[in-house]
C-alpha cells in the first residue's frame, strides 16, 4: 500500500501535513510486506501453490522430507499420501497414479492382481519408483502390482514417413526412438 493510498483516506486538511505523509510512506511500506506475507502464507495452505509449506504438509502425512525432489514430485507424493487413505479399490488406484501421470491409466484389480496401464505416457514414467513405492504403502500386502507401458508401435514409427537416415540424422538411443513424438 502506498503513501498516495493511504493520504487518500485522510481528511483534505491532514492530507499536506508533512510529518502525516512522511508516517504514510513509512507505514506503507510497512503494510506492503505484511500483505506479502499474508498472501505466502495463504499460498502455503493449499498443495498445488505451497513451498515452504510443503513440509509442514509431509511431516503431517509421515513423508520422508526430501529436498533433492522438485517442488511438483514432493506436491504429487502429498497429494498421493492423500488420495490413498481409506478403502483401496481401482479408482482410489487411479486417483493415487493420476497424482504423477495427469494422464490416462487404467487400473484393473482381479486374480489377487493390480494391473495399472499407462495410456497416454511413453515409456515408463519419470518417478515410477515413487509411485511404485506409494502403491506398495497403500495396498493390500497379498495383492501383485503389476505395470504395463506404452512404446511406439512400429505402424507409428512406419507413420513419420523418415527414412532410416533421418533417423539415425536424430541421434536418438533405443529407448528414446520407443518413446519418440513429434
Do not use: C
Not at 68 to 81: F, P, Q, T, Y
Amino acid at each position: 500500500m502506498t503513501k498516495d493510498e493511504l493520504i487518500k483516506h485522510l481528511h483534505k486538511i491532514v492530507r499536506q501535513d508533512p510529518v502525516v505523509n512522511e508516517i504514510m510512506k513509512a507505514a506503507g511500506g510497512d503494510f506492503d510486506s505484511i500483505k506479502d506475507t499474508l498472501q505466502d502464507l495463504y499460498k502455503q495452505y493449499f498443495i498445488d501453490t505451497a513451498t515452504w509449506g510443503l513440509d509442514i504438509w509431509e511431516k503431517q502425512l509421515g513423508i520422508k522430507i526430501d529436498y533433492s525432489r522438485s517442488l511438483a514430485n514432493r506436491r504429487s507424493l502429498i497429494k498421493a499420501k492423500l488420495r490413498g487413505e481409506g478403502k483401496i479399490d481401482a479408482e482410489k488406484i487411479k486417483s493415487v497414479v493420476d497424482a504423477w501421470t495427469n494422464g490416462n491409466v487404467d487400473v484393473e484389480l482381479s486374480s489377487g492382481k493390480i494391473k495399472v496401464t499407462f495410456n497416454d505416457v511413453l515409456g515408463i514414467p519419470d518417478e515410477i519408483e515413487v509411485v511404485k513405492a506409494t502403491l506398495e504403502d497403500i495396498k493390500p500386502a497379498h495383492l501383485a502390482l503389476l505395470f504395463y507401458f506404452i512404446y511406439l508401435t512400429w505402424d507409428q514409427f512406419d507413420a513419420y514417413n523418415k527414412t532410416w537416415d533421418e533417423w539415425d540424422a536424430l541421434n536418438l538411443t533405443w529407448d528414446q526412438r520407443e518413446t519418440y513424438q513429434e
